[in-house]
């Protein structure tokens, strides 16, 4: 009898650990939540020479789905209309998009890296230079800092034109 019952709770214990692991995993691994609006901290962030500067208000507006994630920017300044750029949205499967288009290829992909916690996206533009075949490449990676109050994307640019330029954009939840 007494071998039964450390039998059972052996058992007992082997079928529930694997379910509250499954259950630790799948929390671990949910991607940080990017949505919402976010207001550029221009003192904060650290601006490559390639940056172009605007003195007025910028807004990242940032919807995000379980598999897609979308940015766009609102641009505001005193005495002018607001204006907004397009959405630029990814597939985040890490899975590669590619369009062609009159003036070369763009080769897009967005992966959760971190166990969820950043968001690294990597566009390359394939355009033709003087006749050659030339990559453009820039890989963004969006982290939350400061309990989630703060978005910041650091930023690499590599290309033949400008070089390798780095840059870390800060974002303060709106």
């Known amino acids: 009898m007494k071998l039964t019952r450390k039998l059972e709770h052996k058992l007992a214990v082997l079928l529930i650990l694997p379910l509250l692991l499954m259950v630790y995993c799948a929390a671990a691994q949910s991607p940080a939540n990017l949505a919402g609006s976010w207001q550029f901290n221009r003192d904060s962030s650290q601006l490559s020479a390639t940056d172009i500067a605007y003195d007025g208000t910028i807004i ?41 288009s009159s003036i070369g290829t763009t080769r897009k992909t967005a992966t959760w890296i971190n166990s969820g916690t950043q968001l690294k996206i990597v566009v390359v533009d394939t355009q033709k230079l003087k006749g050659v075949p030339t990559d453009f490449a820039v890989e963004q990676t969006y982290s939350l800092t400061n309990g989630g109050k703060t978005l910041v994307v650091s930023v690499l640019a590599k290309n033949p034109v400008t070089g390798e330029t780095q840059s870390k954009k800060v974002y303060n939840r709106i």
Do not use: H, M, R
Request: net charge negative.
């Open 60 to 100: 990242l507006v940032v919807e995000q789905t379980a598999a897609t994630v979308s940015f766009s920017e609102i641009y505001k300044s005193a005495g002018s209309p607001d204006w907004s750029t397009s959405a630029d949205v990814y597939n985040t499967n890490g899975k590669e998009e590619v369009t062609t």
